[in-house]
């Protein structure tokens, strides 16, 4: 993982079909993908088999999680204090 260190997140959308099918997914779900400042892709995949796309989940410094949804925006979790 150390290529991915000081990298810079440029961009956020979500994967084409194209690319969910190049990986053998079925375009079930939409997939979020983070583009980076070298042209490297992340995108989240259901387990580590690679069997489907994922939810991109994550936390803000006060501690508040989100999921970057379907609809392209942040749900914030209305439980968390």
Request: proline fraction near 5%; aromatic fraction near 8%; hydrophobic fraction near 35%.
């Amino acid at each position: 993982m150390e290529h991915l260190i000081g990298r810079e997140i440029v961009g956020i959308r979500w994967m084409t079909t194209g690319e969910q099918r190049g990986v053998g997914w079925s375009c079930v779900n939409p997939v979020p993908v983070l583009q980076l400042d070298d042209k490297t892709v992340l995108y989240p995949s259901r387990d580590y088999e690679g069997n489907g796309g994922g939810a991109l989940f994550g936390a803000k410094p006060d501690g508040e999680f989100f999921i970057v949804a379907a609809a392209g925006e942040e749900v914030e979790d209305e439980t968390t204090e």
